[in-house]
């Protein structure tokens, strides 16, 4: 299964921690390419006054963990990065890590929803993941992962 992740962080070496996180989910790549995009540094969206920039990114690997096994994966990364297990809604964090999609798989529960349901309204998200996949489109899409890009900038 191609499962496609999103990376951000807005506190402490945020280059240093993305690098190790990607690092650590290359350790959960089984199959086909590991792709990778570049950094982006991002302003804050509906985050305290003050927040840091966030450096943003999606990576794309090949698993045969399950979508809630892969979740839980990720979820212990934060951890380990130092992300408390309580906060704030959309409080700065030192590594977020979002599952995006599992291939063509639909979830719809209270802890995971796949796709993600905000992929398509999020530059910080769009613009790496039209990098490493820009004719994706996913379950319930209209449009490739590169003409919403192309809709969200032109607005």
């Not at 199959?31 to 985050?47: A, D, Q």
């Not at 993600?116 to 990098?131: D, G």
Request: glycine content about 8%; aromatic content about 6%.
């Amino acid at each position: 299964m191609r499962a496609g992740i999103a990376l951000g962080s807005n506190l402490g070496d945020r280059n240093a921690i993305l690098t190790e996180a990607i690092g650590q989910l290359r350790d959960l790549h089984e199959e086909g390419e590991f792709l990778v995009s570049g950094l982006h540094e991002t302003w804050p969206l509906n985050c305290p006054p003050g927040s840091p920039l966030f450096l943003n990114g999606v990576l794309e690997l090949g698993t045969s963990l399950e979508p809630l096994i892969l979740l839980q994966r990720l979820q212990s990364l934060e951890a380990a990065s130092g992300r408390p297990e309580y906060r704030g809604i959309n409080e700065p964090r030192t590594l977020d890590l979002d599952l995006l999609y599992c291939d063509e798989m639909t979830l719809q529960l209270p802890e995971l929803e796949l796709p993600h349901p905000r992929i398509a309204e999020r530059l910080f998200v769009l613009a790496p993941l039209a990098e490493i996949r820009p004719d994706l489109k996913l379950s319930g899409w209209t449009y490739s992962c590169e003409e919403y890009l192309s809709k969200i900038r032109n607005m």
